[in-house]
């Protein structure tokens, strides 16, 4: 059984950091690529970032410059680093594992 656990959410200031995690159980997290997505309310899910197999990236040009994804397969994390927050940051935020599996969500919320 596949279950992804996010944490690392809260509440910080403008400008500060956080680091989200994923932890992956039930699957071989190097076989498989991984994506942070998020939704605000009233809007819909996006992506904010995706890391493949061999560890190419993608990031949402919203976020650019800003976040940064990581995986430990070792671990069976992903990481989600996420720097100089912004108001606009505030969502909750999903681990997808392929296209199929997501987790919980992590709250995440950034005030001016």
């Known amino acids: 059984q596949v279950q992804l656990v996010e944490s690392g959410g809260g509440s910080v200031q403008a400008g500060g950091s956080l680091r989200l995690s994923c932890a992956v159980s039930?699957?071989?997290?190097?076989?498989?690529?991984m994506g942070w997505y998020r939704q605000a309310p009233g809007k819909q899910r996006e992506l904010v970032a995706s890391i493949s197999i061999g560890g190419s990236t993608v990031y949402a040009d919203s976020v650019k410059g800003r976040f940064t994804i990581s995986r430990d397969n070792a671990k069976g994390t992903v990481y989600l680093q996420m720097n100089s927050l912004k108001p606009e940051d505030t969502a909750t935020y999903y681990c997808?594992?392929?296209?199929?599996?997501w987790g919980q969500g992590t709250q995440v919320t950034v005030s001016s």
């Open positions: 039930g699957s071989i997290l190097r076989l498989n690529a």
């Open positions: 997808l594992r392929g296209t199929r599996y």
